[in-house]
């Protein structure tokens, strides 16, 4: 069994590798325990992401987008701001997906659920689908250049 650090450096390391594989440049700040994990080189700019590792329940990923920890007083949650991040991207897995969530897409979101399969009664309005957030959906073209 993996404890929450290794969970979170095998999750940056799925998504750093992925990213490289669809030809982003991606680099990492020179101190631990700072808002973001990882920096993507994507046209025209910088993005700072921060790294999760998630699971998959019944056909969804649930994403937090805050951070815990736990102090003398407790458990202590955080959400990320706009000033921190740009994106955070997701690792599961359970189905080996790394996902890319723009922080202005959810901004506000404590979590927010993706499907990988229709549900059950079918509904689709309002449903984030997995696929639609995949780090390979950004069509990145490496011979573009940064």
Known sequence: ?????????????????????????????VFEGGRYDL??????RLSRVQCKWVRSRHNVIAVPFDSARRTADGLLRRMYTAAEIDALAAYCADVDRC???????????????????????????????????????????ASQGP
């Open 39 to 44: 920096i993507f080189g994507l046209p025209g």
């Open 99 to 141: 996902l890319l969530l723009p922080y202005e897409r959810f901004e506000g979101r404590t979590q927010v659920h993706l499907r990988l399969r229709p549900s059950l009664n079918n509904q689709r309005i309002g449903v984030n689908w997995a696929d639609d957030f995949s780090l390979e959906a950004l069509h990145f073209d």
């Open 1 to 29: 069994m993996l404890s929450s650090d290794r969970k979170g450096a095998v999750a940056e390391l799925a998504i750093a590798r992925r990213a490289l594989e669809l030809g982003i440049d991606v680099y990492r700040p």
